[in-house]
């Protein structure tokens, strides 16, 4: 069973079984090695921003997208473009607050979480934390500082999977020496 | 027809690469300085053009002439700038610059962990695939001078 390659370039492609065993291959031995799930969940954080400062140069050199106007823009292209690019997924945007400044990802299917159930002992685990971490590593690349975190997790036993994501502030680039 | 030099700065105003094809005349300061000079003055005027633009613009600076060459700039949405002189043959290099950005830059140093972005480019294989692809240009030509 593999995934259909979206890729033209590569010719190679990884069984999307093999890229959930490998998710979940790393998930358990970092809960052997920290033991405490809020511990694991800023690891696969951590690991998430690394990849996500890297996965977004891709991105850009993938896509073509230019820069995106507001923050609704940058919601359409992570959930139309990003996500479909890298796991094949779709997920719906909703719940914009007020401000404009905040929305959820629903996640139907995600690819991570094939297979997997979560035992009772690791109650506070967010299984798929990695993908909070990829999306504030990519944003913050284009200078917007957000924040992204569960409200809801299919794992944990709600309904659906929702990530929020919250926009802070613009990043400004550094300026030379000299310029005001 | 020929290709001079390109440079290629990060978001924070750091060389990450620097190579000459075929520079006759250098710019009389180290090789830092200039690199300032350059990151300083491409801000400069991308900064400039944005404000005295008389009417909404889609792509910004993209390239300068002198009598003697043509200087052609492209920036991406995450901050990188790839800069190329040239000679005045050499019209439109925007697919250029970003062939180089996603099939080089993007393959050759983004995807390999052992390279640190944010730091200047050490990655002999970058180099070479760069060398190569800009040789390979159909208006890259070495003069014998």
């Known amino acids: 069973m593999s995934r259909q390659s979206t890729r033209s370039t590569d010719s190679r492609k990884v069984s999307q079984e093999l890229f959930t065993l490998t998710y979940g291959a790393m998930v358990a031995q970092l809960i052997k090695d920290y033991e405490s799930d809020d511990e694991v969940n800023k690891q696969l954080d951590k690991m998430g921003y690394n990849i996500g400062v890297r996965m977004v140069e891709d991105f850009l050199a993938r896509s073509n997208v230019g820069r995106c106007h507001d923050f609704r823009e940058t919601a359409d292209v992570i959930a139309k473009q990003g996500f479909k690019m890298y796991l094949g997924i779709s997920p719906a945007i909703t719940n914009w607050s007020a401000a404009g400044d905040e929305f959820s990802l629903i996640v139907e299917s995600n690819p991570l979480t094939d297979f997997v159930e979560i035992p009772e002992k690791h109650g506070n685990l967010y299984y798929s934390n990695i993908l909070c971490g990829v999306l504030r590593g990519a944003l913050e690349m284009v200078q917007m500082e957000v924040k992204a975190w569960f409200t809801q997790d299919s794992l944990r036993g709600d309904n659906t999977t929702e990530i929020r994501l919250k926009f802070i502030k613009r990043l400004e680039d550094a300026l030379p020496a000299g310029e005001e | ?145």
């Open chain 2, 1 to 145: 027809m020929t290709i001079f030099n390109i440079h290629i700065f990060d978001r924070n105003g750091t060389c990450l690469y620097y190579h000459e094809w075929n520079r006759r005349k250098q710019a009389g300061m180290s090789r830092e300085e200039e690199f300032k000079l350059m990151y300083g003055m491409i801000f400069s005027i991308k900064s400039f053009i944005a404000r005295m633009s008389p009417t909404d613009y889609k792509d910004g600076f993209t390239n300068f002439k002198t009598n003697k060459y043509k200087l052609h700039f492209y920036e991406t949405p995450s901050g990188l700038k790839f800069i190329l002189t040239t000679d005045l043959s050499v019209n439109n290099t925007r697919d250029v610059l970003q062939q180089i950005y996603s099939q080089i830059f993007v393959e050759f140093v983004v995807k390999n962990p052992l390279c640190n972005l944010g730091e200047p480019i050490s990655s002999e294989l970058f180099k070479i695939k760069l060398d190569n692809f800009v040789r390979g240009l159909p208006y890259f030509q070495i003069r014998q001078s």
